[in-house]
C-alpha cells in the first residue's frame, strides 16, 4: 500500500490576513483533505480513508540511518525549546514571590517559605506531546514519523509557578489585549491573569482595549484593572476590553509598548492573533528589551495546532446543542421536517462534529475537511429523501467552511483578511427546497444559524475552569521570563508551547480520527463522494 498527498490545495495563511502589518511574517499552512487519497495499486479508492500525519518538520530525515531517532529528538528539543530573557539580557534570577502558604506575595526569600512546601514546577520538567503508540501507519488515526510507525519520546516544557523569577513584581507593568472575535471565557481570562499578577504582587496592570489597534490609536486610552474591577466580569459573555482585528505595524506597537513601559504582554487570540504576537516577541528581542510576550490560545472553532481544545469550545458546543433542539423540535412537529443549523468553522469542523455527537439528533454533520456532494444517488439530497421516507424527517448539520467548492467564490475579504466565505447553509436550504419541489415530496426546512449566540455567551463550568488554569500559567511564564510562548492543554498536561511551533498549520478534524468515525457511527451518515 502506498500514501500519495496531493499538495495543489494548499491555502497559507499569514498574520497580514488578521491585520497586522508584519515584518517576516510567519506563514502557516491548511492542507486540502479532499486531494488525500489512498492509492493501492495505482487506484484511487475515494474520499480520504486513511491520514497519515508527518509529525517530523525535517524532511531530510534519514530513516535508514540507526541514528535517525535520536537526530529527529535533537532536532524536536531545539524546536520546542522555549524562548526566555536570558538569550537576550545578562540577567540573574530572584526567589518567587508566589505563595499560598501566605496571604500576601513574600517580599523577601523565597516564596516557598523555607523548604515547606513543594507547589513548584521544575524548569526540567516535560510532559508527553503524543501518547499513543501506534503499531501501523493503518491504525485509525495513525500520526507516524517514519513509515513504521516508530515510537519516539516527544517532551514539551510543563506550565506552573517557579521557584526563581526574572522580574521585581512591584516594578512590572503588565498588560492585557484580547484580538480578534468575541469568545466565550475572555473575562474569565482576564479575570484570572490580574488575580495572579497580584498575587505575585503588581500592581501596575491595564488592559489594552480594542486588540491591537488599542496600542495607536490615541483617542482609545489604557484601562486600568485590579481586583476590584475584574471580580465579577466572568459573570458574563464578552470582553471587558472590547474587541477588533486589524491594528498598526509591529514597529508602531513595539514602539508604543516601549513608550508605555510595559514590561509583561499577555495576548489573547487564535492564530492569527499569535503569529502577530510572535512577531512583537521577535521585535522585542531585536531591540533586547525586557518584555514577556506571552499568549493564551482563544479559538472556539478549536484549530489551534498541538493542543487537546482551547478555550471557549466547550461552552460553544453547549451553546449550539440549544440551536440544534429547537430545529429538531420544528423537524419532528412538522410535515416532512427538516432541520438545518449552520456552526461556526471555517476550516475545522470541530463544532459541528462535538455537537453532532453531543445533541444526538444528527442525521447529516457535513464539515470542510471532508467533501461531499448534495447531487446524486451518493449525494446528501437523495440521503435527505431515505430519511424523509423511512422516518419521516431529518436533521442536519453543517460547518460554515463546509462545501465551499460547491459555491461561488468569492475575492472579498474582512477586516483581517480572511476570505468571506459564501454561506453553504442558505445554499443547502435552497437545494433542499427545489429537490424536494423537483421530485413532488413536500418538505418543510427549519434553518437556523445561531453563529454570534454561540460565541458571545458566558463560558460554562468546563471552560470556566480551562481559563482559570490558562490565565495564571500565562502569569507563572512570564514571571519565569519566557517570551514568545502560548500555554495550552497537552494531553490532559498543561504546558508551555513556542509559538511558531502552534502557527505551523491550523488544526483539522482528521477524517480517519476514532471521533470522526464515532460522529459517522451517531448520525448513520453514508459516504456523501
Excluded at 483533505?33 to 508527518?54: D, H
Excluded at 500565562?474 to 497537552?490: D, E, L, P, Q
Aim: charged residues 20%.
Amino acid at each position: 500500500m502506498a500514501f500519495a498527498l496531493s499538495v495543489n490545495h494548499v491555502a497559507c495563511i499569514s498574520s497580514r490576513q488578521y491585520g497586522l502589518q508584519l515584518d517576516g511574517h510567519v506563514p502557516f499552512c491548511s492542507i486540502d483533505y479532499s486531494n488525500i487519497r489512498r492509492l493501492e495499486k495505482g487506484k484511487r479508492i475515494g474520499s480520504p480513508l486513511m491520514v497519515v500525519r508527518a509529525v517530523a518538520v525535517n524532511s531530510d530525515i534519514d530513516f535508514k540511518d540507526p541514528d535517525w531517532k535520536k537526530h529527529f529528538q535533537e532536532d524536536f528539543d531545539e524546536r520546542f525549546n522555549l524562548p526566555h530573557l536570558r538569550d537576550i539580557l545578562d540577567m540573574k534570577p530572584r526567589p518567587t514571590t508566589f505563595s499560598l502558604k501566605s496571604r500576601i506575595p513574600v517580599e523577601d526569600g523565597n516564596g516557598a517559605l523555607g523548604d515547606a512546601w513543594n507547589g513548584y514546577v521544575d524548569d526540567d520538567d516535560r510532559a508527553l506531546l503524543k501518547v499513543i503508540k501506534f503499531a501501523s501507519p493503518t491504525s485509525a488515526g495513525a500520526e507516524c514519523i517514519d513509515p513504521d510507525c516508530s515510537w519516539v519520546e516527544q517532551w514539551v516544557h510543563r506550565a506552573g509557578p517557579r521557584k526563581q523569577i526574572y522580574y521585581e513584581p512591584r516594578h512590572v507593568k503588565a498588560a492585557i489585549v484580547t484580538c480578534g472575535g468575541l469568545c466565550p471565557g475572555l473575562n474569565d481570562v482576564i479575570r484570572q491573569i490580574v488575580l495572579t499578577l497580584e498575587k505575585y504582587g503588581v500592581k501596575n496592570i491595564v488592559g489594552i482595549p480594542y486588540g491591537y489597534r488599542g496600542f495607536n490609536d490615541e483617542s482609545l486610552s489604557e484601562i486600568p484593572l485590579s481586583r476590584e474591577v475584574v471580580q465579577n466580569i466572568n459573570l458574563a459573555g464578552g470582553s471587558l476590553l472590547g474587541v477588533s482585528r486589524g491594528g498598526g505595524t509591529v514597529n508602531e506597537i513595539v514602539d508604543s509598548i516601549q513608550a508605555r513601559k510595559i514590561d509583561m504582554l499577555f495576548i489573547l487570540g487564535g492564530n492569527g492573533t499569535h503569529a502577530g504576537a510572535n512577531e512583537i516577541h521577535n521585535e522585542c528581542r531585536k531591540r533586547k528589551i525586557k518584555v514577556s510576550v506571552v499568549c493564551v490560545p482563544k479559538t472556539i472553532d478549536n484549530d489551534i495546532l498541538l493542543m487537546d481544545k482551547t478555550f471557549g469550545f466547550d461552552t460553544a458546543v453547549e451553546a449550539a446543542q440549544r440551536a440544534i433542539n429547537s430545529a429538531y423540535i420544528e423537524a419532528r412537529s412538522a410535515y416532512h421536517g427538516i432541520g438545518l443549523v449552520k456552526l461556526m468553522g471555517r476550516s475545522s469542523g470541530f463544532i459541528a462534529m462535538h455537537a453532532s455527537l453531543s445533541s444526538g439528533q444528527i442525521d447529516v454533520c457535513l464539515i470542510p475537511e471532508v467533501p461531499f456532494t448534495l447531487e446524486g444517488p451518493n449525494g446528501v439530497l437523495r440521503h435527505l429523501e431515505h430519511l424523509i421516507e423511512t422516518k419521516g424527517s431529518a436533521m442536519v448539520c453543517v460547518a460554515e467552511g463546509a462545501g465551499q467548492e460547491l459555491l461561488q467564490k468569492s475575492n472579498a475579504t474582512d477586516a483581517s483578511g480572511n476570505t468571506i466565505l459564501s454561506d453553504i447553509g442558505v445554499h443547502i436550504q435552497q437545494q433542499i427546497k427545489r429537490h424536494f419541489k423537483g421530485i413532488g415530496i413536500p418538505a418543510d426546512v427549519k434553518y437556523i444559524d445561531p453563529t454570534y449566540m454561540v460565541r458571545a455567551v458566558r463560558a460554562n463550568a468546563s471552560d470556566a475552569i480551562l481559563c482559570t488554569v490558562l490565565g495564571q500559567n500565562a502569569v507563572h511564564g512570564a514571571f519565569a521570563g519566557f517570551s514568545g510562548i502560548t500555554t495550552g492543554v497537552c494531553n490532559t498536561h498543561n504546558v508551555y508551547l513556542p509559538i511558531p511551533e502552534v502557527i505551523r498549520s491550523p488544526r483539522f478534524v482528521d477524517p480517519n480520527s476514532r471521533m470522526w468515525h464515532r460522529c459517522l457511527t451517531s448520525t448513520g451518515q453514508p459516504d456523501f463522494h
